[in-house]
């Protein structure tokens, strides 16, 4: 039976809640442990999958197609352990879920409340699958005080008393602010945060305090005075360089011991932390620099991107080189000459996105790698663009779009080289979708397998002919244009299963060109990078060596 870890967070919202569960994760892990990562988010967004990149960062999917928030891409990239459509839940999923109970009649007439009803949902989310691990972390989103967060505080205080004593406990990141006129480390703010748990009937047995200064043993001492917790349940949190140096960090302050010390597991099993020592040998040991343009709609937030940015660190660190990434606006090649902004760099990437903005710019970009010779990874929209260019100037098609542009129009503009997705197989079942249907949750979403070309270089790069990737789109290459584009070089070097659906370009003639339809990026891992990154990173530095 799990033992359940809550994460909560006070003082001010984004200290690193996701990445400190994520560590915390992979150093029980390293100990020998089996465990799982949780997302309990108070939003009243069913999931981030409608939402704004810039409101909410970018959305991570996992295998079964749910679109979660993008902690949950930190808990695979530390973990291995691939997340669950029911690792993340928010207030809009419990809400939805009691209020179809209540329409179907399954609280027999009762009058429906947050406490039971809504608080016990939230607990039957935590205990799911846990029989299968040695410990759950549950993360809370947003900060202690935020009323939108209550019903979750007041779930996982009830879960603590429904399980035995001893198989529960709280960990509270919290912020020590410095003010520079008097040279102090404040510790009010984190005392305010503790009392404010208390009164809802949350005792934190371990407080995790980012700083950007040390933290002298006498605060540490005074902390664990007005907290109530031992001042060896104090762990500082430091300012890192990398978030990869976060599992060695956290385990030197001593953080994996104050966990299995609170749940009185002893003698604890000895770490191996070989995987983690590597990976910092990696990220400190480069052995050059590669210059890498992502040529991108939403560069002005780069979480919107945040699982590409770490799967470039990781293609770096498989070549032992420091990649070096600079967001530009697609925009702006709308208008200017893309030459002088991407001539100084390595490789380009583009990356998926949603609407017509800045897709003309993705359309040069991706023809200035075609006729330069520089490698060039299109992802999603990125191939898309990348087939319309191929269409445009090579196929004979001079007015190629997408039909998602025409619809945001409203008229025909674009011969649809690039159509909606109205039916695909998944499983053993088809799956049916209309332009008018609800955005959230429509797509595309989630593994599905491809079946690779013999002797292309995707299948050089994945040593398979089948592999299964995550996808998240509703709009497809259209295969009509197959037979006349590959004429002119552009090879359809991926396929789905049946035939149908184009997975993955090539440009046969060029150093290193690919469009995939899916994202890699999401099954990338710092101790495993996703092969066709380390190989996109191994051509940028051979580029570089050109230059």
Not at 280 to 292: F, L, N, P, S
Not at 456 to 468: E, F, H, K, P, T
Not at 493 to 516: C, N, T, Y
Request: hydrophobic residues 40%; negative net charge.
């Amino acid at each position: 039976m799990a033992r359940f870890i809550f994460i909560t967070g006070g003082v001010v919202s984004s200290l690193g809640k996701g990445l400190t569960s994520a560590a915390l994760g992979a150093l029980l892990q390293a100990r020998g442990f089996k465990v799982r990562l949780r997302k309990l988010d108070p939003y009243l967004n069913v999931d981030p999958g409608t939402m704004s990149p810039f409101e909410h960062g970018e959305v991570f999917v996992t295998d079964d197609g749910a679109e979660t928030d993008l902690d949950l891409g930190h808990y695979e990239r530390f973990t291995g352990v691939a997340a669950r459509n029911t690792d993340s839940v928010s207030s809009g999923r419990i809400y939805s879920n009691v209020l179809e109970k209540e329409r179907r009649g399954d609280y027999l007439g009762k009058t429906i409340q947050v406490i039971p009803h809504v608080t016990n949902e939230i607990k039957e989310w935590i205990s799911i699958g846990e029989d299968e691990v040695d410990f759950m972390l549950c993360e809370i989103g947003g900060t202690v005080g935020d009323i939108e967060g209550l019903p979750f505080f007041e779930a996982i205080r009830q879960f603590s008393q429904d399980k035995p004593r001893g198989q529960c406990i709280f960990m509270h990141l919290t912020l020590l602010p410095f003010l520079a006129a008097s040279g102090e480390l404040k510790t009010k703010p984190t005392q305010h945060s503790v009392k404010e748990l208390r009164s809802i009937g949350l005792q934190p047995d371990i407080l995790v305090c980012r700083s950007e200064h040390e933290i002298p043993e006498k605060e540490r001492a005074k902390i664990a005075l007005f907290c109530n917790v031992r001042p060896a349940d104090v762990i500082p949190a430091y300012d890192l360089k990398s978030i990869y140096e976060a599992p060695m960090a956290y385990h030197n302050v001593g953080l994996d011991q104050a966990v299995l010390d609170a749940f009185q597991i002893s003698p604890a099993p000895k770490p191996d932390l070989t995987r983690w020592e590597d990976v910092e040998d990696r990220i400190h040991h480069a052995e050059g620099e590669v210059r890498v343009a992502i040529v991108g709609k939403y560069t002005q937030l780069e979480d919107a991107y945040k699982s590409i940015a770490e799967a470039l660190t990781h293609g770096g660190m498989a070549n032992r080189v420091k990649v070096k990434a600079d967001w530009i606006d697609a925009e702006i090649f709308e208008k200017e000459d893309p030459t002088p902004h991407l001539e100084p760099y390595n490789a380009i990437l583009v990356p998926g996105g949603f609407g017509e903005r800045g897709t003309e710019g993705k359309i040069k970009a991706a023809e200035f790698a075609r006729t330069h010779k520089v490698p060039y990874l299109g992802i999603c929209l990125g191939m898309q663009m990348a087939v319309i260019e191929a269409a445009r100037n090579m196929g004979g098609v001079s007015d190629a779009g997408s039909e998602e542009f025409d619809h945001e129009a409203g008229e025909k503009r674009f011969t649809p080289v690039v159509y909606h997705l109205k039916e695909w197989v998944q499983g053993n079942h088809k799956v049916e979708r209309k332009v008018g249907d609800d955005k959230g949750g429509t797509m595309r979403l989630g593994a599905y397998d491809a079946a690779l070309s013999k002797g292309s270089r995707v299948a050089g790069i994945y040593g398979n002919l089948a592999i299964d990737e995550r996808h998240r789109h509703r709009y497809e290459v259209d295969i009509k244009y197959k037979e006349a584009l590959e004429q002119q070089g552009l090879k359809f070097s991926g396929m789905s299963p049946d035939g149908r659906l184009p997975e993955i370009v090539e440009w046969a003639d060029h150093p290193w060109f690919i469009g995939v339809q899916f994202h890699p990026e999401l099954k990338s891992k710092p101790f495993k990078p996703h092969p066709l990154f380390a190989d996109f990173v191994r051509a940028a530095k051979e580029m570089s060596r050109l230059v």
